[in-house]
Structure formats: C-alpha cells, structure tokens
Nanobody, 115 residues
Framework: QLQASGGGLVQAGGSLRLSCAASGRIRSIASMGWYRQATGKQRELVARITGGGITNYKDSVNSRFTISRDNAKNMVYLQMNSLKPEDTAVYYC???????????WGQGTEVTVSS
C-alpha cells in the first residue's frame, strides 16, 4: 500500500530525500508522516503533515528536515539536510485514512550517516 524509497549511505553533513507513494486505493488520506527506528531503540515520530499542510517535527530534526506532500499524487516526502550519525535508522512512512479509520505503514528505507 505504501512504497518508500530514497534511503542510502551518506556522510555527515550530507542530504537525502525520502519519498513515499501511497496506493490510490487508500481513500481520504488525512495526515502523512515519517517515523524512524534505530537499532535497539523504539520507533519514533520524525515529522508529520496534516491534510491542511500543518507540520510538526521531532525537536532534534527541526530546521534540518522538511516534510511535504503532494495530494494529487498521494506522495509524501522528507528532505533531510545536515544529516548527523544519530539520524541513522530505518525510516518508515505512515498515513492515516479518515475513510478506513486506520494507519498504513510503508516497508521502511534505511538511512546510514557516516561520521
């Protein structure tokens, strides 16, 4: 239902752009977001964007990451700049559908930031 892409290996200070495509069969997408899970840690919210474009970010990524969405294409993006080794994790896209009243998760894309 969700297909994430764009992860990879990058040096500290570099940039990556994650993309996530939601199936057109998912109706009434409300909020869209990105979570991440580092090895040995719990999954955490990185950024979220509502249907009206209101965003919220994890404090440690604010001013470095930017979330955006294309409602016509059912896409959500995460532009990540000034990456740090502590950003290393598997990143998951997540959407909430008002129609189905449930969340959908992507398969995850791995981001590795070397020091």
């Amino acid at each position: 239902q969700l297909q994430a892409s764009g992860g990879g290996l990058v040096q500290a200070g570099g940039s990556l752009r994650l993309s996530c495509a939601a199936s057109g069969r998912i109706r009434s997408i409300a909020s869209m977001g990105w979570y991440r899970q580092a090895t040995g840690k719990q999954r955490e919210l990185v950024a979220r964007i509502t249907g009206g474009g209101i965003t919220n970010y994890k404090d440690s990524v604010n001013s470095r990451f930017t979330i955006s969405r294309d409602n016509a294409k059912n896409m959500v993006y995460l532009q990540m700049n000034s990456l740090k080794p502590e950003d290393t994790a598997v990143y998951y896209c997540n959407i909430y559908s008002d129609y189905y009243r449930m969340e959908f998760w992507g398969q995850g894309t791995e981001v590795t930031v070397s020091s």
